[in-house]
């Protein structure tokens, strides 16, 4: 992953899925998952969110730099109320109205600096390398490589996938069925399209054999008159 990537700003729509997660776990939210349950549960909602975050338009970031930019981004939130007085009125942005509503209200803006810096110290710890022998003088080193997926995970992924399968076939055997409605409406037009040109075709077949029968009729007429005329002239005195 470049610099260039983790130091880009966050697209809008990535800061409103950060906060729509967050008000969704506020405990997270506000680094109260602790103890050692407390912080196997951060690190997984941690993954969770990193993973939706980089598949939204914008840079792409480790875990460990959507922790830091959700802290930084409390204390940037928290600094513009108390610059203002204390009015969150003198927040700009919708969002940052929604994140001193959800998370930073009850503290009244008063919250110290040095409780902050705790806070995002706490919020690092959780993701320290447990495995590290705790007897050893040198500081514990941050281990901020997301977690391997553990088998309900993948069984979820699995199912995600599934389902996501069974619903373009779902589509598909949709778009199918009116696929094949539009073809039997247009066999049945054709079908009607069909007798009348069968209707016409008998119409027209009348037509001629009534001509016909008028022609015979005219031809009799005429071999009438010429056998009369034959047989006048042929009594006749000279």
Partial sequence: MTDRAIASRPSLEQVVAIVDFMEKHPALALGQ???????????????KLTRIVNNITGPTRPMKSWIKYWADKKSTVRS????GGGDPNTLCSNIEKKIWDLFLTSDGGNKSRNSVKQESHYMEETFYDESMDQNHESEPVLN???PTVDFEERQMLVMEKLVKAMGE???????????????AQAMEQLAEASQIQARAMERLANAFETISSATHDVRNAIVDIDSTMKRFYTTSPT
């Fill in 33 to 47: 998952l602790r103890g050692l349950e407390g912080r196997d549960e951060s690190k997984k909602l941690w993954f």
């Fill in 80 to 83: 513009k109320v108390q610059s």
């Fill in 144 to 146: 901020f490589e997301e």
């Fill in 169 to 183: 076939q779902a589509t598909a055997m949709l778009q199918l069925a009116h696929a094949s409605n539009a073809h």
